[in-house]
């Protein structure tokens, strides 16, 4: 399981003192990239080699505690789910407790840049994925 | 149903030259704050008054379309469902052509600023929400 | 003088119950993409035809007054010098009192797509500018 | 001098494939908080005491390398001078290569939570302050 530290940073917060909600996914987005860079994927090569993006096509998420600025945030990066032209990632958000402040899910789709259409998943991520499943 | 009007703002989009997935969750809560204050409540009464405020305890999204720099993008905001302490959004979000880009949803729960509770849905609140089902 | 207005949105504000400083940057390319549509130079135009990218290498702002969430705000934008290559923007931020809640500045070089080089500003953009003058 | 590392995220690039230059104000802020950590002061703590919040009154930036999603970037901080009520910072953002992405200040004024009104800087900010001038 990768895991992914951070903190609330103060942009990530809104008026109400607390993390504005979309900064999540934001988060799990960064949490994202790492797990691909651990994995030897770094998401500059994604974008240089210019082959395809990944498109997420669904995202969702659970919060079961409030977290302030400046608290730790830990996210736990797994795989759930591996389809042709797809995969579906799962997320753990642990508070500065350790206790699980949140849980979440994305839909990740592969695209081809110059079709623009849905491709199967290069051998180098399908790899990363089933590692992590 | 109240119809919020925008446009992809440049930075919510991201090297991949569409909308960034996280951008869609901050475009839906300024659809929220629209339909607040179309309804007569001003989200600056509700910060000011600093009786409640509203947190975000689920949101997912699906999106179908992808949606470029500079594109219209219209957000129909409307009330499923309606608790004792929260209620739950619907969202359609129309692409420049009028057809759906994607759907989405947001649970919030009221929660008491001095207790940090969840407390009952103010009557000027839940009058904006009956009327919007 | 071209005006954008609009309002302090919850995800602009941070833990302090105010304006995020960075989030004025955001505001302020805002009021520039509606400042160049009202203009007929929608910002879609410009990344769908890939001929350049507007560049900002110099951007500054001073913050007179604090703003806070659903405040309105309006942005005055007008052009302070032209260059070959670049140009000079200057931004007038009022608050929801009509009074000056900071004054900003941003420069922009044009950025040729292929060449990756600074390039003459296009007819069409150049108009734009002196008209704003 | 205090170094902060972290890498041009996908959600801080915009369509133009580069970071969006608000997010460089974002970043800056990123490496202030760590920069406080990293001598003792967590901005936990601050929003915690409600004693004073630090507004940013002045802020600017200046680019000379665009840099793409994934690329490490690497800023140091310091303190350039010191008022009774306010402080000034530097910054220099470095790149990939470890050359001078680009150099930026912002300037704090210490505010009375209470009062909203300006205050003496807290002698244990105040001693950070000095070390890193």
Chains 1, 2, 3, 4 share one sequence.
Request: hydrophobic fraction near 40%; include cysteine.
């Amino acid at each position: 399981m990768f895991s992914y530290e951070t903190s609330v940073r103060l942009h990530f917060t809104d008026a109400a003192g607390l993390l504005f909600y979309g900064s999540i996914f934001t988060m799990m987005h960064d949490a994202f990239e790492e797990f691909l860079a651990a994995n030897g994927l770094e998401i500059a090569r994604i974008f240089k080699e210019k082959a395809y993006y990944l498109s997420i096509v669904h995202a969702e998420a659970d919060y079961r505690k409030q977290q302030s600025v400046g608290e730790k945030v830990v996210i736990n990066v797994g795989c759930e789910t591996i389809g042709d032209h797809s995969f579906t990632l799962l997320y753990t958000i642990l508070n500065g407790d350790g206790k699980t402040a949140g849980t979440a899910k994305t839909v990740h789709v592969v695209v081809d840049r110059k079709t623009q259409k849905k491709t199967v998943i290069p051998p180098n991520l399908l790899q990363i994925l089933r590692s992590s499943q």
